[in-house]
């Protein structure tokens, strides 16, 4: 593994690279909110890339290097994101097709940006529905975030996540596994998920 700190207009970012011989495909992966790159989800669909042959890249977004646990609005966390794979495209992942992705937070980063980071496929684990209600506040889907992915999606939900379910779409497959919306229960069947949809969408 290869620790690569890279400059982002919203200060440095850390990617921890992840190589695969004879690579076909490089796999971007976002942590969640408050979480590491060392999520057991992550680390699965990592170890599910390797044995396809993809290169992975763990991005820890600027916050948490900077020993923050809560992460700023969208649109800086979409700008480190973008900033840190245009890097990427440019050096270690060069020539590669590219799936975007990430857990929870990451994925709807890797979800909202997958147009501009020209992702051929994006990989969202526990993708957060919707938020638990707070008082009377109606629940505020981010749905539309997975609407507006032009490109094949991959969603792996714990059946018991309080996020909810994301329905599945045209282009967009929906794999539960045991557990909730830390996805610990079962790292194997989040492994086998994200394998045989790699060998699916990418490109021959």
Known sequence: MKVVEIETPRGP?????????RPRAALVLGHGAGGGVAAPDLVAASEAAHSERVIVALVEQPYRVAGRR????????????TAVVDVLREGELSGLPLIAGGRSLGGR????????????????????????????????????????????VLVVQGERDP??????????????????????????????????????????
């Not at 609005?73 to 480190?80: F, I, K, N, R």
């Not at 526990?126 to 981010?142: N, T, V, Y």
């Not at 599945?168 to 996805?183: I, M, N």
């Open 13 to 21: 970012a850390r990617a921890h690279l992840h190589p695969a011989e």
């Open 70 to 81: 809560s992460p700023p609005a969208a649109a800086q966390l979409d700008e480190a994101w």
């Open 109 to 152: 980063v890797a979800s909202r940006t997958a147009e501009i980071t020209r992702a051929v496929a994006v990989l969202c684990l526990a993708f957060p529905l919707e938020p638990p209600r707070r008082g009377s506040k109606p629940p505020q889907s981010r749905l539309p975030e997975l609407e507006a992915v032009t490109v094949p």
């Open 163 to 204: 996020f909810g379910l994301p329905p599945a779409g045209p282009s967009r497959k929906v794999v539960t596994v045991p557990g909730d919306h830390g996805l610990k229960a079962d790292p194997p069947a989040v492994a086998a998920a994200v394998r045989t949809w790699l060998a699916e969408v990418i490109p021959e």
